[in-house]
């Protein structure tokens, strides 16, 4: 029993040195299913909820209730088309949205010309609270 002990704690250290961020089992958050838009990241020019300004081209997304940090899966369910971002701000305002994401994963998902689609977000990299 000691030495399993001994054994993951090592390998936790390694991990640490190797600069591996922890993360929380993405299986804790279920998918959730909703409409989607997507925001226009540069045009407002403010820092985003991560502190960080948003770069044109990126593949973000807002969320209410996603850590910052997540990264997830965002499925257009009329599409099929899929792209993983990577949650960097807080939203969407708007009444019946569950995720904003940027105009390029707008426009990957194909619906950055209808600006609104139904999707399915499936969280697949949790970080751990601090």
Same mark, same amino acid.
């Given at each position: 029993m000691?030495?399993?002990?001994l054994?993951?704690?090592a390998?936790l250290?390694v991990?640490s040195?190797?600069?591996?961020a922890?993360?929380?089992?993405?299986?804790?958050?279920?998918?959730?299913?909703?409409?989607?838009?997507y925001?226009?990241?540069t045009a407002?020019?403010?820092?985003?909820?991560?502190?960080?300004?948003p =770069?044109?081209?990126?593949?973000?997304?807002?969320?209410k209730t996603?850590?910052?940090?997540?990264?997830? =899966?965002?499925t257009?369910?009329?599409?099929?088309k899929k %792209?993983?971002?990577? %949650?960097?701000?807080?939203?969407?305002f708007?009444?019946?949205?569950? %995720?904003?994401?940027?105009?390029?994963?707008?426009?990957?998902l194909?619906?950055k010309?209808?600006?609104?689609?139904?999707?399915?977000v499936q969280?697949?990299? %949790?970080?751990?609270?601090?």
């Open positions: 000691i030495g399993r002990t054994i993951a704690f390998a250290a991990a040195a190797a600069g591996t922890p993360h929380r089992p993405a299986q804790a958050l279920k998918p959730q299913r909703g409409l989607a838009s925001y226009r990241a407002s020019g403010h820092a985003t909820a991560a502190g960080k300004r =770069k044109p081209g990126a593949l973000t997304a807002a969320s996603l850590p910052l940090g997540t990264k997830a =899966k965002v257009n369910v009329e599409t099929g %792209v993983v971002v990577t %949650v960097t701000d807080r939203g969407p708007k009444n019946g949205r569950i %995720v904003d994401v940027s105009p390029k994963a707008a426009e990957r194909g619906f010309d209808d600006g609104v689609a139904p999707v399915k969280p697949l990299k %949790v970080p751990a609270e601090k």
